[in-house]
Antibody
Framework: EVQLVESGGGLVQPGGSLRLSCSAS????????MHWVRQAPGKGLEYVSA????????YYADSVKGRFTISRDNSKNTLYLQMSSLRVEDTAVYHC??????????????WGQGTLVTVSS | ETVLTQSPGTLSLSPGERATLSCRAS???????LAWYQQKPGQAPRLLIY???SRATGIPDRFSGSGSGTDFTLTITRLEPEDFAVYYC??????????FGQGTKVEI
Protein backbone atom coordinates (compact mmCIF):
# COMPACT_ATOMS: atom_id res chain seq x y z
CA GLU A 1 0.00 0.00 0.00
CA VAL A 2 1.33 3.39 -1.03
CA GLN A 3 1.78 5.74 1.91
CA LEU A 4 2.92 9.36 1.84
CA VAL A 5 3.33 11.06 5.19
CA GLU A 6 4.19 14.73 5.34
CA SER A 7 5.73 16.49 8.31
CA GLY A 8 7.40 19.76 9.20
CA GLY A 9 4.49 22.15 8.95
CA GLY A 10 3.69 24.75 11.56
CA LEU A 11 3.45 28.43 12.34
CA VAL A 12 6.16 30.69 10.99
CA GLN A 13 6.54 34.44 10.74
CA PRO A 14 6.63 36.23 7.39
CA GLY A 15 10.15 36.08 6.01
CA GLY A 16 10.90 32.89 7.87
CA SER A 17 11.87 29.44 6.68
CA LEU A 18 10.53 25.93 7.03
CA ARG A 19 11.45 22.52 5.65
CA LEU A 20 8.77 20.00 4.82
CA SER A 21 9.47 16.30 4.57
CA CYS A 22 7.50 13.49 3.00
CA SER A 23 8.23 9.90 3.95
CA ALA A 24 7.19 7.46 1.22
CA SER A 25 6.55 3.73 1.36
CA UNK A 26 4.76 0.99 -0.55
CA UNK A 27 6.36 1.66 -3.93
CA UNK A 28 9.78 1.94 -5.57
CA UNK A 29 10.45 5.54 -4.60
CA UNK A 30 13.48 6.06 -6.84
CA UNK A 31 11.44 5.17 -9.95
CA UNK A 32 8.87 7.95 -9.71
CA UNK A 33 8.80 11.71 -9.98
CA MET A 34 7.34 13.45 -6.96
CA HIS A 35 5.36 16.65 -6.59
CA TRP A 36 4.16 19.18 -4.05
CA VAL A 37 0.66 20.64 -4.39
CA ARG A 38 -0.82 23.10 -1.92
CA GLN A 39 -4.29 24.19 -0.92
CA ALA A 40 -4.99 27.41 0.92
CA PRO A 41 -7.81 27.21 3.49
CA GLY A 42 -11.13 26.99 1.69
CA LYS A 43 -9.49 27.37 -1.73
CA GLY A 44 -8.59 25.19 -4.69
CA LEU A 45 -5.48 23.23 -5.57
CA GLU A 46 -2.28 24.99 -6.58
CA TYR A 47 0.65 23.18 -8.18
CA VAL A 48 3.92 24.05 -6.41
CA SER A 49 6.88 21.96 -7.53
CA ALA A 50 8.12 18.73 -9.05
CA UNK A 51 11.31 16.67 -9.11
CA UNK A 52 12.18 13.86 -11.48
CA UNK A 53 12.76 10.31 -10.27
CA UNK A 54 16.54 10.76 -10.03
CA UNK A 55 16.51 14.37 -8.88
CA UNK A 56 18.04 15.47 -12.15
CA UNK A 57 15.39 18.08 -12.94
CA UNK A 58 13.25 20.30 -10.78
CA TYR A 59 10.31 22.55 -11.60
CA TYR A 60 8.58 25.37 -9.76
CA ALA A 61 5.48 27.50 -9.98
CA ASP A 62 6.27 31.16 -10.61
CA SER A 63 4.76 32.02 -7.22
CA VAL A 64 7.49 30.10 -5.37
CA LYS A 65 10.44 30.19 -7.77
CA GLY A 66 13.59 31.46 -6.08
CA ARG A 67 12.12 30.92 -2.61
CA PHE A 68 11.35 27.18 -2.48
CA THR A 69 13.70 24.26 -3.21
CA ILE A 70 12.53 20.72 -3.84
CA SER A 71 14.88 17.80 -3.26
CA ARG A 72 14.83 14.09 -2.57
CA ASP A 73 16.92 11.44 -0.86
CA ASN A 74 16.26 8.17 -2.61
CA SER A 75 18.28 6.26 -0.03
CA LYS A 76 15.79 7.41 2.61
CA ASN A 77 12.63 7.35 0.47
CA THR A 78 12.06 10.95 1.43
CA LEU A 79 10.98 14.07 -0.43
CA TYR A 80 11.69 17.58 0.85
CA LEU A 81 10.52 21.12 0.29
CA GLN A 82 12.73 23.85 1.67
CA MET A 83 10.73 27.04 1.95
CA SER A 84 12.29 30.41 2.62
CA SER A 85 11.19 34.07 2.51
CA LEU A 86 7.74 32.85 3.42
CA ARG A 87 4.75 35.09 2.79
CA VAL A 88 1.27 35.19 4.28
CA GLU A 89 -0.06 33.92 0.95
CA ASP A 90 2.01 30.73 1.33
CA THR A 91 -0.36 29.64 4.09
CA ALA A 92 -1.81 26.31 2.96
CA VAL A 93 -1.93 22.58 3.41
CA TYR A 94 1.01 21.15 1.47
CA HIS A 95 0.45 17.74 -0.11
CA CYS A 96 3.19 15.38 -1.18
CA UNK A 97 2.08 13.61 -4.36
CA UNK A 98 3.40 10.63 -6.30
CA UNK A 99 3.56 10.59 -10.07
CA UNK A 100 1.56 7.82 -11.68
CA UNK A 101 4.09 6.70 -14.28
CA UNK A 102 7.56 5.33 -13.71
CA UNK A 103 10.44 7.55 -14.81
CA UNK A 104 8.10 10.08 -16.33
CA UNK A 105 6.02 13.17 -15.55
CA UNK A 106 2.38 12.20 -15.71
CA UNK A 107 -0.79 12.45 -13.68
CA UNK A 108 -0.80 12.40 -9.88
CA UNK A 109 -2.05 9.14 -8.46
CA UNK A 110 -1.36 9.09 -4.72
CA TRP A 111 -1.65 12.05 -2.37
CA GLY A 112 -0.56 12.46 1.21
CA GLN A 113 -2.97 14.00 3.71
CA GLY A 114 -0.83 17.10 3.86
CA THR A 115 0.86 19.29 6.44
CA LEU A 116 -0.40 22.75 7.34
CA VAL A 117 1.91 25.72 6.98
CA THR A 118 0.69 28.95 8.54
CA VAL A 119 2.58 32.15 7.85
CA SER A 120 1.53 34.84 10.25
CA SER A 121 2.97 37.42 12.61
CA GLU B 1 0.63 29.02 -18.85
CA THR B 2 -2.48 27.06 -19.69
CA VAL B 3 -5.47 28.36 -17.74
CA LEU B 4 -8.21 25.83 -17.00
CA THR B 5 -11.74 27.14 -16.44
CA GLN B 6 -14.28 24.80 -14.91
CA SER B 7 -18.02 25.19 -15.10
CA PRO B 8 -20.36 25.36 -13.42
CA GLY B 9 -18.91 26.45 -10.10
CA THR B 10 -21.57 24.50 -8.25
CA LEU B 11 -23.87 21.77 -9.48
CA SER B 12 -26.94 20.96 -7.39
CA LEU B 13 -28.29 17.50 -8.13
CA SER B 14 -29.97 14.53 -6.47
CA PRO B 15 -28.74 10.96 -6.06
CA GLY B 16 -29.43 8.96 -9.21
CA GLU B 17 -29.12 11.98 -11.51
CA ARG B 18 -26.43 12.56 -14.12
CA ALA B 19 -23.66 15.13 -13.57
CA THR B 20 -21.82 16.82 -16.42
CA LEU B 21 -18.76 18.90 -15.51
CA SER B 22 -16.84 21.03 -17.98
CA CYS B 23 -13.17 22.01 -18.15
CA ARG B 24 -12.02 24.44 -20.81
CA ALA B 25 -8.35 25.17 -21.50
CA SER B 26 -6.97 28.50 -22.69
CA UNK B 27 -4.84 26.62 -25.23
CA UNK B 28 -4.79 23.16 -26.71
CA UNK B 29 -3.83 20.43 -24.25
CA UNK B 30 -1.44 18.29 -26.24
CA UNK B 31 -1.96 14.54 -26.33
CA UNK B 32 -5.01 15.05 -24.13
CA UNK B 33 -2.86 15.13 -21.01
CA LEU B 34 -5.84 16.06 -18.84
CA ALA B 35 -6.76 14.51 -15.49
CA TRP B 36 -9.73 14.77 -13.15
CA TYR B 37 -9.58 14.52 -9.36
CA GLN B 38 -12.24 14.19 -6.67
CA GLN B 39 -11.83 15.78 -3.25
CA LYS B 40 -14.12 15.24 -0.29
CA PRO B 41 -14.05 17.48 2.80
CA GLY B 42 -11.03 16.81 5.00
CA GLN B 43 -9.54 14.36 2.51
CA ALA B 44 -6.75 14.43 -0.02
CA PRO B 45 -7.70 14.50 -3.69
CA ARG B 46 -8.15 11.19 -5.53
CA LEU B 47 -7.25 10.57 -9.17
CA LEU B 48 -10.32 9.64 -11.21
CA ILE B 49 -9.38 10.08 -14.87
CA TYR B 50 -6.10 10.52 -16.75
CA UNK B 51 -5.38 10.97 -20.43
CA UNK B 52 -8.78 12.70 -20.67
CA UNK B 53 -10.71 9.42 -20.75
CA SER B 54 -8.89 6.60 -18.94
CA ARG B 55 -10.21 5.62 -15.53
CA ALA B 56 -7.69 5.25 -12.74
CA THR B 57 -7.41 2.01 -10.82
CA GLY B 58 -10.49 1.21 -8.78
CA ILE B 59 -12.66 4.01 -10.15
CA PRO B 60 -16.26 2.91 -10.82
CA ASP B 61 -17.45 2.95 -14.43
CA ARG B 62 -20.12 5.54 -13.65
CA PHE B 63 -17.24 8.04 -13.97
CA SER B 64 -16.20 8.83 -17.51
CA GLY B 65 -14.06 11.47 -19.17
CA SER B 66 -14.20 12.79 -22.69
CA GLY B 67 -13.01 15.61 -24.86
CA SER B 68 -9.91 16.78 -26.66
CA GLY B 69 -8.03 19.91 -27.59
CA THR B 70 -9.43 22.61 -25.33
CA ASP B 71 -12.77 21.18 -24.17
CA PHE B 72 -13.07 18.33 -21.72
CA THR B 73 -15.94 16.79 -19.78
CA LEU B 74 -16.31 14.62 -16.72
CA THR B 75 -19.60 12.73 -16.58
CA ILE B 76 -20.98 10.91 -13.57
CA THR B 77 -23.97 8.77 -14.46
CA ARG B 78 -26.35 7.93 -11.64
CA LEU B 79 -24.88 9.96 -8.77
CA GLU B 80 -24.24 8.00 -5.59
CA PRO B 81 -24.30 9.73 -2.16
CA GLU B 82 -20.51 9.38 -1.92
CA ASP B 83 -20.02 11.28 -5.20
CA PHE B 84 -20.96 14.63 -3.72
CA ALA B 85 -17.61 16.37 -3.58
CA VAL B 86 -15.42 18.92 -5.35
CA TYR B 87 -13.92 17.96 -8.71
CA TYR B 88 -10.79 19.44 -10.26
CA CYS B 89 -9.33 19.13 -13.71
CA UNK B 90 -5.58 19.39 -14.25
CA UNK B 91 -3.38 19.51 -17.35
CA UNK B 92 0.04 17.82 -17.42
CA UNK B 93 1.13 18.56 -20.94
CA UNK B 94 4.71 19.71 -21.43
CA UNK B 95 6.94 20.22 -18.42
CA UNK B 96 5.70 21.39 -15.04
CA UNK B 97 4.56 23.61 -13.49
CA UNK B 98 1.11 22.32 -14.33
CA UNK B 99 -2.24 23.93 -13.65
CA PHE B 100 -5.53 23.02 -12.03
CA GLY B 101 -8.99 24.31 -12.68
CA GLN B 102 -10.71 26.16 -9.87
CA GLY B 103 -13.03 23.24 -9.11
CA THR B 104 -16.69 22.32 -9.43
CA LYS B 105 -18.66 21.45 -6.33
CA VAL B 106 -21.31 18.79 -6.79
CA GLU B 107 -23.85 19.16 -4.01
CA ILE B 108 -27.17 17.68 -3.09
Amino acid sequence: EVQLVESGGGLVQPGGSLRLSCSASGFTFDSFAMHWVRQAPGKGLEYVSAITYNGGSTYYADSVKGRFTISRDNSKNTLYLQMSSLRVEDTAVYHCVKDSRSRSLWSLDYWGQGTLVTVSS
Amino acid sequence: ETVLTQSPGTLSLSPGERATLSCRASQRVSSNYLAWYQQKPGQAPRLLIYGASSRATGIPDRFSGSGSGTDFTLTITRLEPEDFAVYYCQQYANSPPWTFGQGTKVEI
